[in-house]
């Protein structure tokens, strides 16, 4: 030990683990963090300056084109939800239902369309729309409108295109 004093070198006493307590070891080129915990503050950063700037933008009027672009690995980040307060009236649930012009299906307990039996979280829905029970969900049973033949053939022409080779020339 005494050698390591008289040269100036420090002996590294071992991994240092990341100060969020996550599990894995940081370094002191990250602030004793782990990579992922540094990245992560360097982009909570980032964001909190462009939301700063973009709302001291909006409060003095300045032009949107006077903001730096957000570097592209900052860009992909999941941003978290931000509240603005704004001068513009809220629409209330009163005022929702009666901008809609469509009503709302009832949701209630799912039946069967042919025998009205409670068929709950096991009920088949068929390509009719309708809902059946383990008895009527084959069209057979329940006098299905849907065509089968001509959808089965619209997927078969979808897959197998027409292939057409070009005519050879003649010599």
């Known amino acids: 030990m005494e050698s390591s004093k008289e040269t100036g070198c420090q002996a590294r006493e071992g991994p240092i683990l990341c100060i969020n307590n996550c599990g894995f070891f940081g370094s002191a080129a990250t602030m004793n963090m782990c990579s992922k915990c540094h990245k992560d503050m360097v982009l909570k950063q980032q964001q909190a300056q462009f939301a700063a700037a973009s ?79 383990s008895v009527h969900r084959y069209s057979d049973k329940h006098e299905c409108p849907f065509d089968y033949r001509s959808a089965a053939q619209d997927a078969i022409a979808k897959a197998n295109p027409l292939v057409k080779a070009d005519k050879l020339e003649k010599i």
């Open 55 to 133: 709302i001291e933008n909006m409060v003095n009027g300045s032009s949107s084109s006077s903001i730096e672009p957000l570097p592209a690995d900052a860009v992909n980040a999941k941003a978290e939800p931000v509240e603005l307060k704004t001068d513009a009236p809220r629409l209330t649930p009163d005022l929702v239902s009666s901008e809609s012009s469509e009503p709302k299906p009832k949701e209630g307990p799912n039946r069967c369309t042919t025998c009205r039996k409670r068929v709950g979280l096991t009920g088949f829905s068929c390509r009719c729309g309708n809902m059946f029970c």
